[in-house]
């Protein structure tokens, strides 16, 4: 039996979804059940009470765990909540633990620079010396993040793209194919000591990004280029909290300074997973990319 986290997020919900319909059995550890009703309607998931800072509340959700795939926000208290978790299983006799980690596809800027990446940087570290055997599962930008609604999603009332990047090219990747490789890899011989990078199949620039959001949803969507300034203005007028403006503030100086991305679809080949293009993404979405925009 494998445990999840993280199950109740972006990409812990998708990657949950992914083990149910393949009907591969898991353990999920949530903070509170009752916030997610619809955990209990998929086949095959046991879901267990437990907050990962907590080591008290993880004694039934370790028990006969042999493998975890660790998720959490990606938030200031990321680098705390996952070495607690990290602690926590090594002291329950977890064998292996499976980070869900990241990493941006630009090819030119310092990963250190970016506080998200170094955060991670520190976890992958203190997991390879917590005598836990380890494997890091490293996506670039989640294609879910152009949906409207997210923190950089579009706008779905303007339809446009309103983002301080000039003409970089990023490579995002659906988060369904990292729930099937997540699936495979977690029932995989071999994945100990290893890092697996993934990206999208395409480096595109955020106007070849709204091009095919155009072309799925047959309405005009554009990219409009704002200056890093402006972009802070509009997220302090969303509510966003400061550190926040802050963080994507950062994220956007960086991929603004590294025009170019890598596509790496080693891990997807490793795995047997087929890469869904942006196109494809934004087609199987079109509705949600034109609900809010007819709203
Ligand atoms: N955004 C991107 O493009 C991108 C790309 C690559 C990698 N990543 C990484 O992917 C990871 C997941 O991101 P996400 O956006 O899916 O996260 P998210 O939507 O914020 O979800 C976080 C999940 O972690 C759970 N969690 C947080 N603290 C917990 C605790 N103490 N105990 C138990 N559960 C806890 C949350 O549960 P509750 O419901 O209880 O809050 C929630 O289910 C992050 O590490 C991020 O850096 C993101």
């Not at 996952?82 to 990241?102: E, L, M, N, T």
Request: charged share 25%; net charge negative; aromatic share 8%.
């Amino acid at each position: 039996m494998h445990l999840l986290t993280g199950v109740t997020g972006l990409s812990g919900s998708i990657v949950v979804r992914e083990f149910a319909r393949q009907a591969v059995p898991v353990r999920v550890l949530v903070r509170d059940p009752d916030a997610a009703p619809w955990l209990r309607e998929l086949p095959n998931v046991q879901v267990v009470r437990g907050d990962m800072t907590v080591a008290e509340s993880l004694t039934a959700a370790f028990d006969g765990i042999d493998r975890a795939l660790m998720i959490s926000s990606p938030r200031g208290d990321m680098v705390r909540t996952q070495c607690r978790f990290i602690d926590a299983a090594a002291a329950a006799g977890v064998r292996h633990i499976v980070k869900f980690s990241g990493k941006e596809s630009g090819t030119t800027f310092d990963p250190q620079a970016f506080r998200g990446t170094r955060w991670h940087l520190e976890i992958e570290n203190y997991l390879e010396n917590s005598g836990l055997a380890w494997t890091h599962l490293r996506p670039s930008q989640f294609m879910q993040l152009y949906l409207p609604g997210t923190l950089t999603g579009v706008d779905a009332k303007r339809r446009a793209l309103v983002m301080p990047i000039g003409q970089s090219r990023l490579a995002p990747v659906d988060i369904a194919d990292i729930a099937r490789v997540a699936v495979a890899m977690m029932g995989a011989d071999g994945i100990e000591g290893r890092a697996f990078d993934m990206t999208g199949p395409e480096a595109l620039t955020m106007s070849e990004i709204t091009d095919r959001i155009s072309a799925a949803t047959g309405r005009a969507f554009g990219y409009e280029e704002v200056t890093l300034e402006r972009k802070r203005a509009l997220h302090t007028a969303e509510g966003l909290p400061p550190e926040v403006v802050d963080l994507l503030e950062e994220i956007y100086r960086g991929r603004y300074a590294s025009p170019e991305s890598q596509v790496n679809l080693s891990t997807h080949h490793e795995f047997g997973v087929e890469p869904t293009s942006f196109a494809d993404f934004a087609r199987r979405h079109a509705a949600d990319f034109t609900a809010e925009a007819a709203a």
